[in-house]
């Protein structure tokens, strides 16, 4: 059975870094892409960033290029969101999603709120 | 980047109702779409795969058809967990968008 457990979130200060992790099982995580998706209060789902089974391929939502990074560590199932010069517009439940190129993302986790307020 | 746009925005039906929601991509994206389910306070759930595709465990219920640009997600007869909110999303290319989502109530 697929299990994603997010944690990291928290209140952080605008301007400030903060790290997400994901910790998968019950699949074979080194042979799946992952996603992060987010989504503000009481808004809709917005697909923040991508990463390739091996962790070579990259992509990211405008909104957040240059200040997000997607990281994985196969050898310890988890994956990563580096999240540096944090704004209130990310503030969010962000999702950590199982999911591989063209498909659909199969398998979310519970989330993990981040609030971004002085 | 591919837009995506949903209607209604929000609906409310009765138990036995056979509804629809619809879904635009701002261009083709063939057959690579989704269809999520989200109840309150709960993480999203994959309805649909594939434009057409029912994952295991998912009710017969539930029914998708389109491709290109026009899809649509069917209920054939609504139930009273049907309830949340629906998403389409294109996984054709990055960014992965998602469309802005149908708010279903029942009555």
């Known amino acids: 059975q697929v299990q994603l457990v997010e944690s990291g979130g928290g209140v952080v200060q605008p301007g400030r870094s903060l790290r997400l992790s994901c910790a998968a099982s019950?699949?074979?995580?080194?042979?799946?892409?992952m996603h992060w998706v987010r989504q503000a209060p009481g808004k809709g789902l917005e697909w923040v960033a991508f990463?390739?089974?091996?962790?070579?391929?990259?992509y990211y939502a405008n909104s957040v290029k240059g200040r997000v990074s997607i990281s994985r560590d196969n050898s310890r199932n988890t994956l990563y969101l580096q999240m540096n010069s944090l704004r209130s517009e990310d503030t969010a439940v962000y999702y950590c999603?199982?999911?591989?190129?063209?498909?659909?993302?199969?398998?979310w986790g519970q989330g993990t709120l981040v609030t971004v307020s002085s | 980047d591919i837009q995506m746009t949903q209607s209604p925005s929000s609906l409310s039906a009765s138990v036995g109702d056979r509804v629809t929601i619809t879904c635009r991509a701002s261009?083709?994206?063939?057959?690579?779409l989704n269809w999520y389910q989200q109840k309150p306070g709960r993480a999203p759930k994959l309805l649909i795969h594939a434009a057409t595709n029912l994952p295991t465990g998912v009710p017969s219920r539930f029914s998708g058809s389109g491709s290109g640009t026009d899809f649509t997600l069917t209920f054939t007869s609504l139930q009273p967990e049907d309830f949340g909110t629906y998403y389409c999303?294109?996984?054709?290319?990055?960014?992965?968008?998602f469309g802005p989502g149908t708010k279903l109530e029942i009555k």
């Open positions: 999603v199982k999911g591989q190129p063209g498909g659909p993302f199969d398998n």
């Open positions: 999303q294109q996984s054709y290319n990055d960014p992965y968008t």
């Open positions: 261009q083709s994206i063939k057959h690579y």
């Open positions: 990463t390739s089974y091996d962790g070579f391929t990259e």
């Open positions: 019950g699949f074979m995580f080194s042979s799946y892409a």
